[in-house]
């Protein structure tokens, strides 16, 4: 069974911090790696793909990989009240087009 | 204005009754998924379908019921043998091209099916 584990939070952060938003998964041949934000209610949208170890930069968000680890992360920087929504952890376990496996998400909220 | 598009926004059920979920994509994309959402839970799978006339189950199937008939559509319909149908249904799509990372899914509105 592939996994995907998130911490389901509430992470609470003050406005203008940095959330940092974490990621495990089992399967070591995963090599496409997703975030998505969904907003209570509505359906998730896609925030960030990585497929690289290291760091990959757009705008306020950082996604961060470690293959070797297993672990795949989320910065938020500079931390907005609109940024306060679920963040869904998404990972491809085989090479090619099959369904993702997603994570159950972690609620981050973020205080004016 | 490409992208994916469900119907109903809000579904109702009684008791023992079929209803058919609307999923239709203008992306192009030959790749189609079905989720279901429970409060407080991840996305799992009940369908998906990689080219036309071609579906598979996915983690939670039963109980449900889909067809591929065209590419850019994908419904998906509640049977009476599913027993707590209520949730948010989800619909995605992805380009299924044998290029590499090309996996990337993008999620239509969703459908709430309530139970009356």
């Known amino acids: 069974q592939k996994e995907v584990e998130q911490n389901s939070g509430p992470l609470s952060v003050p406005e203008g911090a940095i959330a940092s938003l974490n990621c495990t998964y089992s399967d070591r041949g995963s090599q496409s790696f997703f975030w998505y934000r969904q907003y209570s209610g509505k359906s998730p949208e896609l925030i960030m793909s990585?497929?690289?170890?290291g760091d990959k930069e757009d705008g306020r968000f950082t996604a961060q990989l470690n293959k070797a680890s297993q672990y795949v992360s989320l910065l938020i920087r500079d931390s907005q009240p609109s940024d306060s929504a679920t963040y869904l952890c998404?990972?491809?376990?085989?090479?090619?087009?099959?369904?993702?496996?997603f994570g159950k998400g972690t609620r981050l909220s973020v205080i004016a | 204005d490409g992208g994916i598009t469900q119907s109903p926004k809000y579904l109702f059920r009684k008791e023992g009754q079929n209803v058919t979920l609307s999923c239709e994509q203008n992306?192009?994309?030959?790749?189609m998924y079905w989720y279901r959402q429970d409060p407080g839970q991840g996305l799992r799978l009940i369908y998906y379908?990689?080219?036309?006339?071609?579906?598979q189950k996915g983690d939670i199937a039963e109980g449900y019921s889909v067809s591929r008939e065209k590419k850019e559509s994908f419904p998906l319909t509640v049977t009476s043998a599913q027993k707590n149908p209520t949730a948010f249904y989800l619909c995605?799509?992805?380009?299924?091209?044998?290029?590499?990372?090309?996996?990337?899914?993008?999620f239509g509105p969703g459908t709430r099916l309530l139970v009356l």
């Open positions: 990585i497929y690289s170890n």
């Open positions: 995605a799509s992805s380009i299924a091209s044998r290029a590499p990372y090309q996996e990337t899914q993008y």
């Open positions: 998404a990972v491809n376990p085989y090479s090619g087009n099959t369904p993702l496996v």
């Open positions: 379908s990689q080219i036309v006339n071609d579906f």
């Open positions: 992306l192009n994309h030959d790749a």
